[in-house]
T-cell receptor
Framework: QQPVQSPQAVILREGEDAVINCSSSKALYSVHWYRQKHGEAPVFLMILLKGGEQKGHEKISASFNEKKQQSSLYLTASQLSYSGTYFCGTVFKAAGNKLTFGGGTRVLVKP | SQTIHQWPATLVQPVGSPLSLECTVEGTSNPNLYWYRQAAGRGLQLLFYSVGIGQISSEVPQNLSASRPQDRQFILSSKKLLLSDSGFYLC??????????FGQGTRLTVV
């Protein structure tokens, strides 16, 4: 089963903030966040392994609520380079090590 | 350092022809290996997952198969391609609890 991402798309002006959510119906072992530019392979942003963990990459940060089986990615003071499709990937506790991705959130940052 | 090689980068094949995409990983041992497919503008669909030589988990019933003849080699195959097999194929590897590394992808067009 795939994690569910929301929203499906978001348009921002440079400098604005956005939140992307990732939720699961099953208990999670870890949550991974990736960004993909058009025609390229996904690029790793961060991995969250523990409930309550928060991490940051540039002005992009994420949190993991293990109890609620969800994670959120925060784009702060967005830059043009933040444009792309963001994917959360989840490893379910009952499903071995395999990484399953959500449907993605398209982010467009305009000047 | 670890690297992942995936080839070819692009491929145009007629309907009914066979397919073989190869992926090799360097600099690590006993990685988890993945094949994902991405249709245009869509998410990353997990096709196959492997935790060791000869151990393949198929995630989606389809026209494709995978093999892992060596620890760091993962092959995606088809005996007869369908139009619906077109897409962007990504090989990836990781170790449990770590970042997942993607190859550069193969863009397959079935004509």
């Amino acid at each position: 089963q795939q994690p569910v991402q929301s929203p499906q798309a978001v348009i921002l002006r440079e400098g604005e903030d956005a939140v992307i959510n990732c939720s699961s119906s099953k208990a999670l072992y870890s949550v991974h966040w990736y960004r993909q530019k058009h025609g390229e392979a996904p690029v790793f942003l961060m991995i969250l392994l523990k409930g309550g963990e928060q991490k940051g990459h540039e002005k992009i940060s994420a949190s993991f609520n293990e109890k609620k089986q969800q994670s959120s990615l925060y784009l702060t003071a967005s830059q043009l380079s933040y444009s792309g499709t963001y994917f959360c990937g989840t490893v379910f506790k009952a499903a071995g090590n395999k990484l399953t991705f959500g449907g993605g959130t398209r982010v467009l940052v305009k000047p | 350092s670890q690297t992942i090689h995936q080839w070819p980068a692009t491929l145009v094949q007629p309907v009914g022809s066979p397919l073989s995409l190869e992926c090799t990983v360097e600099g690590t041992s006993n990685p988890n290996l993945y094949w994902y497919r991405q249709a245009a503008g869509r998410g990353l669909q997990l096709l196959f997952y492997s935790v060791g030589i000869g151990q393949i988990s198929s995630e989606v019933p389809q026209n494709l198969s995978a093999s892992r003849p060596q620890d760091r080699q993962f092959i995606l195959s088809s005996k007869k391609l369908l139009l619906s097999d077109s897409g962007f194929y990504l090989c990836a590897w990781d170790l449990q609890g770590t970042e997942t590394f993607f190859g550069q992808g193969t863009r397959l067009t079935v004509v």
